[in-house]
């Protein structure tokens, strides 16, 4: 019969025999999947695993460094943290088409990723945090938004390029119990338990031309409204939460003057397979709090609106 602590030892017995001494990279995202395939790594080979994180510039508030102390400090997880926001936000520079950002994104991504690793010219495997689901929907003929949803995290060439073999430890693990592994190899439930955030990030929540202005601004509303969302304990109600970036201005008033400020929607949904979705019933008294949080404490947003859309015919997010 099966048991956790069993199926660890197993699975680490298992990345021993298959690398050896031999040195892996893995492409640390800060998402569930890459999270979790790094813990179970490092728990089997050490330090012959090295990490690579790209900060792209569209992450979520504080989500480096909360990163870096998970993996680097609490765990002894050997990661390079790189910092890339001036490269992405360079070439995002005058691009408003949801696709291209995307296709800009992902290729920066290798670029960026590519450049460490050939820095690390011991490393003979390539680890990548795929799970079942994944390694079905590459079977099967692949729907076009599959595609485009898994093209971030796949490194396309990158393998055959820096000739690294695929180390894919998840590979028969479905999404829940890769969160309890995650949980059982030491990893913050908060971690684990994350909604999903999407590869381009924070790129593809700002309407149209990404500015680091506009994501810093984001960065800071979206955490208050998943702050709220905690607190009033609706967080895990909802299957994914998020604010917008309207590039938008509106007149506002505070004090005796008048104010021209930007626009920030929240979106929150329950959904079993992000196929369809409903808007989340949120109370109004806690959207009431998430709007007057945002709009005084975000100096440069004066307006919050909520999204009642569905999917279909609205998709999650705004791009
Ligand atoms: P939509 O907006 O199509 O989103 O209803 C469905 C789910 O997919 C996520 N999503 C993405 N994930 N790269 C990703 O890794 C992407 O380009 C991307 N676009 C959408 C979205 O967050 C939602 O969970």
């Given at each position: 019969?099966?048991?956790?602590p ?11 025999e298959?690398?050896g001494?031999d ?11 890459s999270?979790v ?6 728990r ?5 695993l090295?990490?690579?994180f790209?900060?792209?510039g ?5 989500e480096?460094e909360?990163v ?5 400090r609490n765990l002894?997880?050997?990661?390079i943290?790189?910092d890339?926001?001036?490269q ?9 088409d949801?696709?291209?950002?995307r ?11 590519q450049?460490?690793a050939?820095?690390?010219p ?5 680890a ?15 729907t076009k ?15 055959e ?17 890769v969160?309890?592994?995650?949980v059982a190899?030491g990893l913050?439930?908060e971690m684990?338990?994350r909604?999903p ?5 924070l790129?593809v ?15 800071r509303?979206?955490?208050i409204?998943i702050d ?8 895990d ?10 590039p938008v201005k509106s ?15 929240l979106?929150?949904v329950e959904?079993?397979?992000f196929?369809?979705?409903r ?11 998430v ?5 005084n404490?975000v ?7 909520y999204?009642i ?11």
């Amino acid at each position: 019969d099966w048991t956790m602590p069993g199926y660890i030892d197993e699975a680490v017995a298992r990345i021993r025999e298959q690398v050896g001494s031999d040195e892996v990279i893995l492409g640390l995202s800060g998402g569930v999947d890459s999270s979790v395939a790094a813990a179970l790594i490092h728990r089997a080979i050490g330090d012959q695993l090295t990490c690579v994180f790209v900060d792209n510039g569209l992450l979520r508030l504080n989500e480096a460094e909360q990163v870096m102390e998970t993996f680097a400090r609490n765990l002894g997880v050997r990661v390079i943290h790189v910092d890339a926001t001036a490269q992405f936000m360079g070439h995002l520079q005058g691009v408003a088409d949801p696709e291209a950002k995307r296709k800009i994104i992902g290729r920066e991504f290798v670029e960026v990723f590519q450049a460490e690793a050939q820095k690390l010219p011991a490393a003979r495997w390539l680890a990548q945090g795929t799970i079942y689901p994944d390694v079905i929907e590459s079977a099967g003929g692949k729907t076009k938004k599959a595609h485009t949803i898994k093209s971030h995290h796949n490194v396309g060439g990158l393998p055959e390029t820096l000739k690294l073999s695929l180390l894919e430890p998840l590979r028969e693990l479905f999404k829940d119990e890769v969160r309890e592994l995650g949980v059982a190899l030491g990893l913050p439930r908060e971690m684990v338990y994350r909604h999903p955030f999407p590869g381009p990030g924070l790129g593809v929540r700002i309407l149209g031309e990404v500015k680091k202005e506009f994501a810093d601004l984001l960065r800071r509303a979206d955490a208050i409204f998943i702050d709220e969302l905690r607190a009033a304990d609706w967080y895990d109600k909802t299957s994914q939460a998020f604010a917008v970036f309207l590039p938008v201005k509106s007149v506002g008033v505070m004090g005796d003057g008048r104010t021209y400020e930007y626009v920030v929607a929240l979106r929150a949904v329950e959904t079993q397979d992000f196929m369809t979705a409903r808007w989340a019933e949120l109370p109004h008294s806690l959207l009431g709090k998430v709007a007057n949080r945002i709009i005084n404490e975000v100096r440069g947003i004066n307006r919050v609106v909520y999204d009642i859309s569905g999917k279909p015919p609205a998709t999650i997010e705004w791009e």
